[in-house]
């Protein structure tokens, strides 16, 4: 008889229409509520709201994707948050203009 070994996969399913709570963005990229308030304090992911509590924070769905880039520049390039945040704001531009290149 042989062993198998089996990788678990799990996941997290969003709904692109909901806002996400502070917890819940915290929970899903697996960061930290102050590395989730730094992400915000350099403009990297913007809450909906202008709630008085971080904690009543609620953030696009978006957010997530954006959060996980941050984190993955942070860890494979080293750099800092604002270096992420100069980082996406670049990507964001490069895909601007490929919509633009693409409708001509």
Not at 24 to 40: A, G, Q, R, T
Not at 46 to 70: C, G, H, K, M
Request: include cysteine; hydrophobic fraction near 45%; aromatic fraction near 6%.
């Amino acid at each position: 008889m042989t062993v198998q070994m089996m990788k678990i996969i799990s996941g997290v399913i969003v709904d692109e229409l909901a806002p996400m709570s502070f917890a819940s963005v915290c929970h899903c990229c697996h960061i930290s509520s102050k590395e989730l308030k730094e992400l915000v304090r350099y403009g990297i992911v913007e809450p909906l709201n202008s709630a008085d509590s971080y904690s009543q924070w609620q953030f696009p769905s978006s957010s997530i994707l954006r959060v996980q880039t941050a984190n993955r520049l942070q860890r494979d390039l080293g750099v800092n948050a604002a270096g992420a945040a100069l980082a996406l704001e670049l990507l964001d531009e490069v895909k601007a203009l490929r919509r633009l290149l693409a409708y001509r």
